[in-house]
């Protein structure tokens, strides 16, 4: 698509319901060109510079650590991505070979009180990881390096699972996920499916004796890590806030409300308000619910939001321990799109659509069904409490989520725009766009979402905030452009090159996403298959629309953990992780030598200080500026 037509296509949707303001700083980045050669496809590209507050500085991608990297000293190294069992000992595979993830994802950055800097690691796998990782900053250059690096301990807490997206506090400790969530219908049915049962060899058993080795209700919740030094790091569960399929949880200025987005088919969005400022153990579960203003494009909707009630980390914790998928809900098999009286009919988290008919029960046993098992079931069994009680499960894939303070206004990413958002219809099957076709996805539920058309290539959304940090709408910000019609195209494009799905010169399945207070400016990374053959970055100046390329990615890779840090020390960093390079797509004989494979954990860099308080103090113009270094 040409470029100047695709910006006042964004800047058409950037145009509702946004306000102007006058920002102080700028940033233009550098175009990093569409990898074409075999070459360029298996590097990591960034852009050669960036103009930051009228300066041009030069910028790399630069390797913090890949999975697989001894990082240490001696005796006291510990490979970077290591999956360790309860006891605390490396996984083994039945080859013999130590299993080391290469799913690489959130890194954050954070200050320990002894006033080092330190990056907290998520793998996002079965069992999942945290690795803590001493850095070095280069005071001339801020370039940062390991030190060191450990795996956290998590057997306290039953092990770690799938640790997806992430985001930082504002009291400074690193906000974790579990994404995936395992269903506990399937341990009520006596079959798990192998992807769950998995998470057996963490307890030293077989995923054939999942049904007694794990406890589903143990894993789903966001996971805060708070560093006092290189040995001492506090790790919990916020069971308080839900059991979701958590990509991320973000809290907002006030240091009281977060948002939590849910990963997956018939998901919802979640916002989480703490009893006190800056603890997340103990306040109110909310879920939005969709009221359709229009079904262009995108999307608009106004956004009411529906209590699921009040509890706290110490209650839910002890009702992971005595209550069961049974012990919560009757069930009964759906007739002819409807469920029995005193069943209430629903259709949330599931790839393939799932119209369940529930019934809450008296899962405390006090003689009556009360304010208690609603409770319990709002925790333990977040989704399909949330959907019974009127909240809206239709989303598909949501993603990453950022608040822009500057106009007080969350961004939220959704890779997909299909299934249960359509009106019972899907992007690529018989009929579409017409109703009626495929009802999968929304027979069973309220069907609120009832979008005109698919896109496959995703967007990202925005949503306005009140003076309380609660979200009152929900608007379409920038969209991929699909090339096809499997993605929502109305006919197969001129400009489809028979490999990338959705235009190159747009966004294709965005994920994560991070904001540039004072800036302008959308960071916007993408987990995209047949969208784009090679993931990218992007940078998007949500006054002006125009979107630019910042990076790209190998083959089969996924970009993680797109994070902005305007001033650590006096210099800017862009986290950027490439996820399982040729994991995705383009596997096997593409691997051309030893380590191919490894994921990347690193930043886009470094900047001059970006939070105006050190603005144009350092020169970056040092070796790092050398174009092979840009290419991974």
Known sequence: MNRKKLAVAITALIAVGASTHSIGGTIEFSETPVPYTDADKRAVQTSEYAVVDGRKVFIDYNVIARSGDAIGHGANANVFGQLIDFDGNDMMAEDGSKVVSNDNDFSSLLTGIDGKLYMVSHFEARPGAMYLTELNQNRRSGHLSAIRTRPLDFSGLRGGWVHCAGSVTPWGTHLGSEEYEPDAKQWFEGVVSDYNAQMATYFGASPADALTAINPYDYGYPVEVGVKNFKHASVAKHYAMGRVALELAYVMPDQRTAYMTDDGTNVGLYRFVADEAGDLGAGTLWIAQ????SDVGLGEATLNWVSLGHASDEQVKDWIGKYSFADIFDTADPVGGSCADGYVSINAGHEDGDHQCLRLRDVDGDGAVDAVDEAIASRLETRRWAAMEGGTTEFRKMEGITFDPDRNRLYLALSEVDRGMLNNTRVGRAGYPAPGSYDRYDVGGPNHMTLARGNVCGGVYAMDVDGNYTATNMYGLVAGVPLTTGYGADAESPDYDGINECAVDGIANPDNVTFMPGYDTLIIGEDTGSGHQNDMIWALNVESGELTRIETTPYGSETTSPYFYPNINGFAYLMSVVQHPYGESDQGELIEGSGDERGYTGYI????????????????????????????
């Open 605 to 632: 860099g470094p900047f001059p200080a970006m939070d105006g308080s050190r603005r144009g103090h350092h020169d970056h113009k040092g070796d790092h500026r050398r174009d092979d270094r840009r290419k991974r």
């Open 290 to 293: 969709w009221s359709q203003k």
